[in-house]
């Protein structure tokens, strides 16, 4: 017979529950600390400790704060923070206008714009805008299907009642609606929706000026575009693709979409026109052929980039060229396609022969140190075998990267290598390294676990329970067991935050 629900006091505190744990713990009833605490969660019913820890703190709050609470959560990454406030509390879904856009109660919605004139429009909540903004980038429309019909008839209501698709606030970053639609929860009903009602696919900013397409700062990019190129299903960027954005655009986009593994994406972009030869201000002066050798896309990929008008034998910041990458990372298809595409081969060294020989196993002795880009591409990948024959052959562990990439460790505890990690502790790597945020291996990796849904591509716009990938308590375990100090604060998925509280 299943255990009845312990049911909690009217002002609860976390901190009796955690002496509870303790006590269980020395009294022999749990191996550790964190299964107690477990233990204790399911007995009261919630699916971890940092989720009964949540409710615990909401608890003390007011019931409109605690509806502002879970706007603010389904309007950032941390839908466990919204589903667990729903969960305790169904009724907060339709408090108000702001909590009905962002749960889909669109009867609510219907009833306040009914009662109210203007309501559509008027900024409302606790972000203090416009209600469509909340509904557009609600991500409970994503990660809840249960939800998604209602939030996009919240959307067709307040369109109806004359809210502006291109509306924009200050205070919200400057993010249209489309942005949330297409660039955050990526649904291309409600995308097409937008569109239809004339949403801007250049988000109103202003057009670029061909002449100054590569300078720092300027607004080449726009947001939902850039972000719909990070998901799996292209379809929200195929529907801004077809709205027309300005052509450098399109080129500038093509950059995020290269660094996935989704060749549907990248065909999108060069089918409506992106030029692989535009070199952002971000990147180290690579082209999208450059790019995508060093971000090892198939030779079909390749091909297709070369067949927009790439050009082969350009060069970036570093003076090498695709073909000298494909030949470092010992590529075979990949070198025999742009050579007989017309790399230059006579541009390929010894240097990048013998680097192409350590990738593939084969190195005889050689000339120098490999290049640190080849260990932070190893680290990336958790190939922990070319890692250890880079070391071997005499890669610089705690080199400094002349890029914007993390450190070699700090890559692989990001996408949650514990393998990579455990190898690179083992060369000689530093632990208390810090990259160029300022941060240690430890803070990116507890960083990932929350916001690297994709170990090729990094942050993206998705949910924090979409990353899926990764052993990062094990990589957290591995960086504290080193001598990582604790970071200030502790944060991450739930099962990083268990370690480092019985850590702490």
Not at 139 to 152: I, K
Request: with cysteine; hydrophobic share 40%; proline share 9%.
């Amino acid at each position: 017979m299943d255990r009845p629900v312990r049911v909690l006091p009217i002002r609860p505190d976390v901190r009796f529950l955690k002496d509870e744990a303790k006590r269980r713990r020395r009294g022999g009833e749990f191996g550790s600390l964190a299964a107690a605490q477990f233990a204790i969660a399911r007995e009261h019913g919630f699916g971890s400790w940092p989720q009964l820890a949540t409710f615990i703190r909401t608890r003390r709050l007011s019931t409109a704060e605690r509806a502002a609470a879970l706007v603010r959560a389904a309007c950032g990454s941390d839908v466990r923070t919204a589903r667990t406030l729903l969960a305790a509390e169904p009724e907060l879904a339709r408090h108000d206008l702001a909590t009905a856009c962002v749960t889909g109660e669109a009867d609510v919605v219907a009833r306040i714009l009914a009662g109210r004139p203007g309501a559509a429009t008027r900024p409302t909540g606790p972000n203090g805008i416009p209600p469509i903004l909340y509904a557009c980038f609600t991500r409970l429309l994503r990660s809840d299907p249960d939800r998604a019909a209602g939030v996009r008839q919240v959307v067709r209501l307040l369109l109806a009642a004359g809210a502006d698709p291109n509306t924009t606030v200050d205070a919200y970053e400057e993010a249209p609606p489309i942005y949330g639609a297409a660039g955050v929860v990526n649904d291309p009903e409600l995308t097409a929706m937008l569109l239809a009602a004339g949403a801007d696919p250049d988000e109103g900013l202003p057009l670029p000026d061909p002449d100054d397409a590569l300078a720092p700062g300027r607004p080449w990019g726009n947001e939902s575009l850039y972000h719909a190129a990070e998901f799996p299903d292209p379809a929200c960027a195929e529907l801004l693709l077809d709205a027309k954005p300005h052509p450098i655009r399109v080129s500038y986009c093509l950059r995020r979409a290269l660094d996935f593994d989704n060749p549907p994406m990248i065909e999108a972009f060069l089918r409506h026109g992106a030029d692989p030869n535009l070199v952002p201000s971000f990147g180290r002066g690579r082209t999208a052929l450059i790019s995508a050798v060093i971000g090892g896309h198939a030779a079909r990929t390749v091909a297709r980039i070369l067949d927009a008008g790439a050009s082969v034998n350009a060069v970036d910041d570093a003076r090498l060229t695709a073909l000298r990458y494909a030949v470092r990372y010992g590529e075979r298809e990949i070198t025999g396609l742009l050579t007989a595409r017309g790399g230059d081969p006579d541009a390929v060294t010894d240097e990048d022969r013998w680097m192409g020989a350590i990738s593939t196993g084969d190195a005889p002795p050689g000339p120098g140190r490999p290049d640190l880009d080849l260990l932070e591409r190893a680290a990336e990948r958790g190939d922990v075998e070319l890692i250890n024959r880079l070391v071997h052959a005499g890669a610089d562990v705690n080199g400094t990267s002349r890029g914007t990439d993390l450190p070699p460790l700090h890559a692989a505890a990001y996408r949650g290598h514990r393998d990579a990690v455990i190898a690179l502790l083992a060369a000689g790597v530093d632990p208390t390294t810090l990259n160029h945020y300022g941060g240690t291996a430890l803070q990116a990796a507890v960083f990932g676990s929350e916001h690297c849904t994709d170990p090729r591509g990094g942050i993206s716009m998705r949910p924090f329970e979409e990353v899926t990938h990764g052993d990062y308590p094990g990589v957290v375990a591995a960086l504290l067991a080193a001598g990582t100090p604790m970071p200030d604060e502790i944060a991450g998925s739930p099962a990083v935050q268990e370690l480092l509280h019985r850590h702490a």
